[in-house]
């Protein structure tokens, strides 16, 4: 099936500092990717819609200044977590729809490993 | 209030058993995921579907517009099963809390 990786998988920094997360799709080629936190004990939370070529499309209470999304080839979308906070500290999951499978696959989307951040 | 609730909370099964998952929502949807989350995080997509039922191995997802109520049915459950399975509702992605199960040799 289809990979996505994201890099970290796993890091901890500093209060203040900014951290930038990787999520690529290996083999496909992805014109949106979606980005996720997820608390201890707790559910997903859809935090974005990264679109290649255009800007991401924030949900609800999520500060577009703080996570910054790039989403800037078919295989590449980032989020950076800038001036990090130890609030931000949560496991980060992306995921990314094939554009050739689009809604006639019965798994729609591919869902890297997740990036658990620590902000000390 | 949660717009979509998945029962039960936590399920443990015998090698072997049926199992299902139950996914309820309050909200028009034009879909529904399951979603399988292994306990080092990773996710898998298991099944996205808008009406009936879809089957892939030993699972079958399950979906009543109508009643707005899907289903995930595990068939001759296996200890590698144990994971938490989420359920999510698109165009919203609201999901459930996840239902942790746990499948005993």
């Known amino acids: 099936g289809a990979v996505v990786s994201q890099h970290p998988s796993r890091v901890i920094c500093k209060s203040g500092t900014s951290v930038k997360i990787e999520c690529r799709s290996l083999d496909f080629q992805a014109t949106t990717m979606f980005w996720y936190r997820q608390f201890p004990k707790q559910s997903l939370m859809l935090m974005a819609t990264?679109?290649?070529?255009?800007?991401?499309?924030?949900e609800q209470g999520v500060e577009k200044d703080k996570f910054l999304i790039n989403h800037a080839s078919l295989t590449l979308s980032t989020l950076t977590v800038t001036s990090a906070h130890p609030e931000d500290s949560s496991f980060y999951i992306c995921?990314?729809?094939?554009?050739?499978?689009?809604?006639?696959?019965?798994?729609?989307?591919?869902f890297g490993p997740g990036t658990r951040l620590t902000v000390l | 209030k949660n717009e979509v609730e998945q029962s039960p909370q936590n399920l443990t099964a015998q090698e072997g058993e049926f199992i299902t998952i139950n996914c309820s929502y309050s909200v028009g949807i034009s879909a529904l995921h399951w979603l399988q989350q292994h306990p080092g995080g990773g996710i898998v997509s298991l099944f996205m579907l808008s009406s009936g039922k879809k089957k892939h191995g030993r699972l079958i997802a399950t979906i009543n517009i109508q009643e707005k109520h899907s289903s995930l049915h595990i068939t001759a459950s296996h200890p590698r099963d144990s994971a938490v399975y989420i359920c999510?509702?698109?165009?919203?992605?609201?999901f459930g809390t996840g239902t942790s199960l746990t499948v005993i040799p």
């Open positions: 990264s679109n290649e070529g255009s800007k991401a499309t924030y």
């Open positions: 999510a509702v698109r165009p919203q992605f609201y």
């Open positions: 995921s990314a729809r094939d554009v050739v499978a689009g809604v006639s696959s019965y798994n729609e989307q591919f």
